[in-house]
């Protein structure tokens, strides 16, 4: 388990003293994805390298399976920092060293015997997916076949949490969601803790199953990931959930309703399901849903037929719905 008590971070600048972390109070369970995410600027990247102690806090306590890190003699908290591994945006590959070699790096400097060194890492390359690259530079390979090197090369130690700083950022959607599987799958198979640092809610939603928001270096709100997307209580959660609010098409709507999804089935066809079961057609003049694991939620703002009849029985439709909300917008104007 890891916990944050009374976390803070204060830099010393030309200004006077700036503080990136305020009073940062958050437990991850073991086995946790847990997702860290923020605007730019809110801290996310100072609190991640406050949990290995890369930056030692100015004030508060970073507890790990009950051990705190900020008291640890300089010979325990390497030991301790063995069990925590990073990887970055920018890979940080050695440049001059194999893939392979690589990988085998961080045991080199741990003692490893080299053929059990390179048993392992022959291992690790099995499971990132890339068991052909042994032999092949950093410079041979695509972004997305570098951070599965460097996850390779973070396993390496054995660690018991991983921290991804980023670790996607610099990928293209389809290359991201193929590392966010593989972190996943990590997690699963070998019980690894994954801290993910984002500025973006997409990765959140993929793989995390509880997130805190950092804004301005507070922790603003924290919870499971479905609590957070069906009802972000922060202004800083409402800008992240909803980055670009309801999209309003200019239709024409005698009656519009606005519906919210609370986590119900993502496949169920709503509206599709309502022209087949009631014969009634809706326009939906706007939308901002989500699928969280297989759950939808969001909003959608939709305009029932002129016909009061028709009207009537789609708001019927809509409100005997398991897990969606329905409220009537009568200020609407298109």
Do not use: W
């Not at 003293?17 to 605007?39: C, K, N, P, W, Y």
């Not at 100015?58 to 908290?77: C, H, N, S, Y």
């Not at 939620?297 to 969606?324: C, H, I, N, W």
């Amino acid at each position: 388990m890891i916990e944050l008590k009374h976390l803070s971070k204060t830099f010393p600048t030309a200004e006077g003293s700036f503080d990136a972390l305020r009073e940062i109070d958050l437990t991850i369970a073991d086995g946790d994805i847990f997702g860290v995410v923020g605007m730019s600027g809110a801290g996310k990247s100072t609190l991640v390298r406050c949990i290995n102690l890369l930056e030692r806090p100015t004030a508060g306590q970073v507890l790990i399976d009950g051990r705190d890190m900020t008291a640890l003699p300089p010979k325990e908290l390497r030991e301790m920092r063995r069990s925590i591994s990073m990887i970055f945006q920018q890979f940080n590959l050695l440049m001059q060293r194999t893939c392979l070699g690589n990988i085998c790096f961080p045991m080199e400097i741990a003692g490893v015997k080299p053929a059990e060194a390179r048993k392992r890492a022959l291992e690790l390359l099995e499971i990132v997916g890339l068991p052909d690259k042994a032999d092949a530079y950093p410079a041979q390979l695509s972004g997305g076949q570098k951070q599965r090197i460097a996850i390779a090369r973070a396993l390496a130690s054995d660690p018991k949490v991983l921290l991804c700083d980023e670790a996607t950022s610099a990928l293209d959607p389809t290359t991201t969601r193929s590392i966010l599987r593989l972190i996943q799958d990590i997690n699963r198979r070998m019980g690894i803790t994954v801290i993910v640092i984002t500025h973006e809610m997409t990765v959140v939603e993929e793989i995390c199953s509880h997130v805190a928001i950092l804004d301005h270096g507070r922790m603003v709100e924290t919870g499971a990931v479905e609590e957070i997307f069906q009802n972000p209580k922060t202004e800083a959660g409402r800008r992240l959930v909803y980055p670009d609010g309801v999209q309003l098409d200019q239709l024409p709507a005698a009656n519009v309703v606005r519906i919210a999804f609370n986590g119900g089935s993502s496949y169920e066809p709503l509206i599709a399901s309502l022209a087949i079961d009631c014969g009634v057609k809706v326009n939906i003049l706007g939308a901002d849903t989500r699928n969280v694991n297989g759950q939808a939620f969001g909003t959608m703002l939709l305009g029932l037929p002129q016909d009061s009849g028709e009207a009537a029985k789609a708001l019927a439709y809509l409100r005997a719905q398991p897990d969606v909300t329905v409220e009537e917008v009568p200020d609407y104007h298109g």
